[in-house]
Nanobody, 125 residues
Framework: QLQASGGGLVQTGGSLRLSCTVSGVTFDGQYIGWFRQAPGKRREGVACISSRDSTTYYEDSVKGRFTISRDVAKNTVNLQMNSLKPEDTAVYYC????????????????????WGQGTQVTVSG
């Protein structure tokens, strides 16, 4: 139902664009977004966007560098990643929620009921 693409190898300071095509999910205000998991680390939310009004949320370390967007006509969610750093190296996963949930203030409001396959992003120093 979620198909991710766009990962690769890039030098520090470079850019990559990830894309996630979503099918079979009925959107009714819940969030779609991206998580990442680096070797030896827990998976963390990176960015998400509301299917209701396209409100966006970002993890602090990517604010100002990453931009999440949604193309409703194409049923895709994109993550434009600029000024990449070696610490951005990880497997990136797109995810969507089944329903809209409430989260504590400060947390990315996405749980991840549906997952795409991961795509590797490697930033060389």
């Amino acid at each position: 139902q979620l198909q991710a693409s766009g990962g690769g190898l890039v030098q520090t300071g470079g850019s990559l664009r990830l894309s996630c095509t979503v099918s079979g999910v009925t959107f009714d205000g819940q969030y779609i977004g991206w998580f990442r998991q680096a070797p030896g680390k827990r998976r963390e939310g990176v960015a998400c966007i509301s299917s209701r009004d396209s409100t966006t949320y970002y993890e602090d370390s990517v604010k100002g560098r990453f931009t999440i967007s949604r193309d409703v006509a194409k049923n895709t969610v994109n993550l434009q990643m600029n000024s990449l750093k070696p610490e951005d190296t990880a497997v990136y996963y797109c995810a969507a929620d089944r329903v809209r949930r409430k989260f504590p203030s400060g947390e990315l409001p996405i749980f991840g009921d549906y997952w795409g396959q991961g795509t590797q992003v490697t930033v060389s120093g």
